[in-house]
């Protein structure tokens, strides 16, 4: 069993995590094809992964304050992206949802994503990608937690 990581052998590996997590998300970002800013795709991808939420629950899911969450869902539904749709349940309440055309941005900006990073892991050797599934296992993992801590 290996030895335990001292206090600073843990916060050095959680400074290159974060520089090299925040690089990698730059870089994707990058990849985008579309004007949106970094908070307005954000939303678009929490709205195509928990579907139709009110503004108060789509503020919660992004960690924004409510006036933000409603500017950035007006820009996107003049933009035709998303909607805003009186639930039926309780009229009293409003939920966001994806257009089709907002549900097709997303889609292709993943995909684009996705192929690009393949390019990227395409010439790493097998113990590389092998050491790499098991970081995304752990990363997964972590991002799973309630940011509670």
């Known amino acids: 069993m290996a030895p335990m990581p001292t ?3 843990t916060a050095e590996l959680a400074g290159r995590l974060r520089l090299a997590v925040t690089r990698l998300a730059r870089q994707l970002r990058q990849t985008s ?3 949106l800013s970094p908070t307005q795709s954000a939303v678009l991808a929490t709205l195509a992964n928990h579907g139709p939420v009110t503004l108060g629950e789509l503020a919660e899911l992004e960690r924004v304050a409510s006036p933000t ?3 950035v869902t007006g820009i996107l539904q003049d933009r035709g992206l998303v909607e ?3 639930d039926p349940a309780d009229r009293r309440f409003v939920r966001v949802e994806l ?3 907002g549900r097709a941005l997303v889609e292709r900006s993943r995909a684009r994503k996705t192929a690009w990073l393949a390019r990227q892991l395409h010439d790493l050797p097998p113990e590389e990608l092998a050491q ?3 970081a995304a296992d ?3 993992h972590l991002t799973a ?3 509670a801590r």
């Open 7 to 9: 206090t600073d052998e």
């Open 69 to 71: 969450i409603t500017k």
């Open 99 to 101: 257009t089709s055309e």
């Open 145 to 147: 937690r309630k940011a």
């Open 33 to 35: 094809d579309s004007d």
């Open 84 to 86: 805003k749709v009186t």
């Open 138 to 140: 752990v990363l997964e």
């Open 132 to 134: 790499l599934a098991a």
